[in-house]
C-alpha cells in the first residue's frame, strides 16, 4: 500500500535529515571545514574536497527545501545572491527580462544598475497586471505575493504565456514559502527566495536558495554560485535546517494573527487602505484562495504620513521597528524610509507568533494613539 500524504508539519520536520545512525544526532551538527582529506588515490573524486562547492550540512539544508518546493535546490548566502546568480547567469546582451513594478525594491535597483549597463533590457510590470507581451523576452520573474503591496498573480496563466513565448519563467517565493504555495507544479522553471524571512524566521542568520526541475539550468546555478563564491556556511545551513522543523506551527500563528490584526485596521478610523490576500474583499483574494495553501502573516497599510506612523510605532508594546518579515516577533517598518516607490505612510506590518489577543489590543491601542 502507498503511503497517504504527510501534513506540513510532519514534512518539516523530518525533511532533508540524513540516514539515522544509532549513537548520533538525527540533525547532525554543522561541518567546518575548507579543505577535506583526498582520496591518495582517486583524489577528490566521488568525495567532498573543498568548502565552497561541497559541504554536508549545505547539502542537507538544500535537500530539505528541495522536497519542500518540489524540485532540486541551490542555497545562496542571501536572497539578493539567488536573484542575482538567476539574472546574471541567465542573461545575455540583448536579452529583455520583465520584473515586477511593485516587488522588492532592490531586485529592480540591481536590474538598473547591473542589467541594463550590460545591454540587457530590462521591463517591469505589476504584479496583478497588466503584462507586456513576451515575444523575444528571455526570462520573466514575478513575486507574488508581492513585497509591499501584497498584489497576487495567476502563477499558471503566467507560466504557459511566457512559455508559448519562448521565454523561462521564476517566481519569487519569499512571502508565501514552499508551504504557502509550490510554483514549480503550476509550471515555474525556477524558484527564487530569501530564507532569511519566514521561511527560517528566528531574525538570527541570512540565506537565499533557487529551486528547480531543469537539470541544465540547475548546471549552470551551480557553476556559477560555485565560481562566485556564494554557498551559504555551515552553521547558517545548519540553522536553517534547524529552524525548518517549525515552519508549519509559525506560520499558522502568523497568518492566525494576520487575519486579526487586518479586521482590526480594516475597521479603524486612523487606516486608509488595509492589504492582506486572505481578506474576502482584498483584490488579491480570488486568485490567492485559489491558488495558495495558505495567506502569510503580513500585513499593510496606510496612515496618513511619516508622522503618523512614527506615533504608531512610539505608542505600540509588542511591534518591533524593524525591516525584514516573518520573524516569530511583529515587526513593521515604513517602506518609504528605504526608497522603496511606496507612499509615505505606508506600513509593512509581519505578525509573529504572539497571543492573538495580546497583539490585537496592543495594535489597537497604538491607532488609537496615532
Same mark, same amino acid.
Given at each position: 500500500?502507498? &503511503?497517504?500524504?504527510? %501534513?506540513?508539519?510532519?514534512?518539516?520536520?523530518?525533511?532533508?535529515?540524513?540516514?539515522?545512525?544509532?549513537?548520533?544526532?538525527?540533525?547532525?551538527?554543522?561541518?567546518?571545514?575548507?579543505?577535506?582529506?583526498?582520496?591518495?588515490?582517486?583524489?577528490?573524486?566521488?568525495?567532498?574536497?573543498?568548502?565552497?562547492?561541497?559541504?554536508?550540512?549545505?547539502?542537507?539544508?538544500?535537500?530539505?527545501?528541495?522536497?519542500?518546493?518540489?524540485?532540486?535546490?541551490?542555497?545562496?548566502?542571501?536572497?539578493?545572491?539567488?536573484?542575482?546568480?538567476?539574472?546574471?547567469?541567465?542573461?545575455?546582451?540583448?536579452?529583455?527580462?520583465?520584473?515586477?513594478?511593485?516587488?522588492?525594491?532592490?531586485?529592480?535597483?540591481?536590474?538598473?544598475?547591473?542589467?541594463?549597463?550590460?545591454?540587457?533590457?530590462?521591463?517591469?510590470?505589476?504584479?496583478?497586471?497588466?503584462?507586456? /507581451?513576451?515575444?523575444?523576452?528571455?526570462? $520573466?520573474?514575478?513575486?507574488?505575493?508581492?513585497?509591499?503591496?501584497?498584489?497576487?498573480?495567476?502563477?499558471?496563466?503566467?507560466?504557459?504565456?511566457?512559455?508559448?513565448?519562448?521565454?523561462?519563467?521564476?517566481?519569487?517565493?519569499?512571502?508565501?514559502?514552499?508551504?504557502?504555495?509550490?510554483?514549480?507544479?503550476?509550471?515555474?522553471?525556477?524558484?527564487?527566495?530569501? %530564507?532569511?524571512?519566514?521561511?527560517?524566521?528566528?531574525?538570527?542568520?541570512?540565506?537565499?536558495?533557487?529551486?528547480?526541475?531543469? %537539470?541544465?539550468?540547475?548546471?549552470?546555478?551551480?557553476?556559477?554560485?560555485?565560481?562566485?563564491?556564494?554557498?551559504?556556511?555551515?552553521?547558517?545551513?545548519?540553522?536553517?535546517?534547524?529552524?525548518?522543523?517549525?515552519?508549519?506551527?509559525?506560520?499558522?500563528?502568523?497568518? *492566525?494573527?494576520?487575519?486579526?490584526?487586518?479586521?482590526?485596521?480594516?475597521?479603524?478610523?486612523?487606516?486608509?487602505?488595509?492589504?492582506?490576500?486572505?481578506?474576502?474583499?482584498?483584490?488579491?483574494?480570488?486568485?490567492?484562495?485559489? /491558488?495558495?495553501?495558505?495567506?502569510?502573516?503580513?500585513?499593510?497599510?496606510?496612515?496618513?504620513?511619516?508622522?503618523?506612523?512614527?506615533?504608531?510605532?512610539?505608542?505600540?508594546?509588542? $511591534?518591533?521597528? *524593524?525591516?525584514?518579515?516573518?520573524?516569530?516577533?511583529?515587526?513593521?517598518?515604513?517602506?518609504? &524610509?528605504?526608497?522603496?516607490?511606496?507612499?509615505?505612510?505606508?506600513?509593512?506590518?509581519?505578525?509573529?507568533?504572539?497571543?492573538?489577543?495580546?497583539? $490585537?489590543?496592543?495594535?489597537?491601542?497604538?491607532?488609537?494613539?496615532?
Amino acid at each position: 500500500m502507498s &503511503q497517504p500524504p504527510l %501534513g506540513d508539519s510532519t514534512r518539516v520536520l523530518h525533511a532533508g535529515l540524513p540516514p539515522l545512525v544509532p549513537g548520533q544526532p538525527f540533525l547532525p551538527g554543522p561541518v567546518f571545514a575548507a579543505p577535506f582529506v583526498l582520496d591518495p588515490v582517486t583524489g577528490g573524486e566521488g568525495i567532498d574536497w573543498y568548502g565552497r562547492p561541497h559541504n554536508a550540512s549545505r547539502r542537507h539544508l538544500e535537500t530539505a527545501i528541495g522536497e519542500l518546493e518540489g524540485g532540486d535546490c541551490l542555497a545562496f548566502t542571501t536572497g539578493m545572491a539567488a536573484i542575482g546568480a538567476t539574472l546574471l547567469s541567465l542573461l545575455h546582451p540583448g536579452d529583455t527580462v520583465v520584473l515586477p513594478a511593485d516587488g522588492y525594491f532592490t531586485t529592480r535597483a540591481f536590474a538598473r544598475a547591473e542589467l541594463a549597463p550590460r545591454g540587457i533590457e530590462v521591463l517591469t510590470a505589476p504584479t496583478a497586471g497588466p503584462y507586456p /507581451q513576451f515575444e523575444g523576452v528571455r526570462l $520573466v520573474l514575478v513575486e507574488t505575493p508581492a513585497n509591499p503591496g501584497l498584489d497576487v498573480c495567476d502563477l499558471a496563466e503566467l507560466a504557459a504565456a511566457a512559455h508559448a513565448a519562448g521565454a523561462l519563467f521564476a517566481v519569487d517565493n519569499t512571502t508565501a514559502t514552499p508551504l504557502g504555495q509550490r510554483p514549480l507544479e503550476l509550471g515555474a522553471d525556477l524558484v527564487v527566495a530569501s %530564507g532569511t524571512k519566514a521561511l527560517t524566521g528566528h531574525s538570527d542568520l541570512l540565506l537565499g536558495y533557487i529551486a528547480t526541475r531543469d %537539470g541544465d539550468l540547475l548546471a549552470r546555478l551551480r557553476s556559477w554560485r560555485d565560481s562566485t563564491g556564494g554557498s551559504p556556511s555551515p552553521f547558517d545551513s545548519w540553522l536553517a535546517h534547524r529552524s525548518l522543523a517549525t515552519l508549519d506551527l509559525r506560520l499558522a500563528r502568523q497568518t *492566525a494573527n494576520a487575519a486579526a490584526v487586518a479586521d482590526v485596521l480594516a475597521a479603524h478610523p486612523a487606516v486608509d487602505r488595509v492589504r492582506w490576500p486572505g481578506r474576502p474583499d482584498d483584490p488579491a483574494y480570488a486568485v490567492a484562495s485559489r /491558488q495558495m495553501a495558505r495567506v502569510p502573516g503580513v500585513v499593510t497599510f496606510d496612515l496618513r504620513g511619516e508622522a503618523e506612523v512614527a506615533r504608531f510605532l512610539t505608542a505600540t508594546a509588542l $511591534v518591533i521597528p *524593524a525591516t525584514s518579515f516573518g520573524g516569530l516577533h511583529t515587526t513593521a517598518d515604513r517602506r518609504a &524610509q528605504w526608497g522603496d516607490d511606496a507612499p509615505p505612510g505606508l506600513v509593512r506590518l509581519s505578525c509573529g507568533v504572539e497571543d492573538t489577543a495580546d497583539l $490585537v489590543a496592543d495594535i489597537t491601542r497604538a491607532l488609537d494613539a496615532v
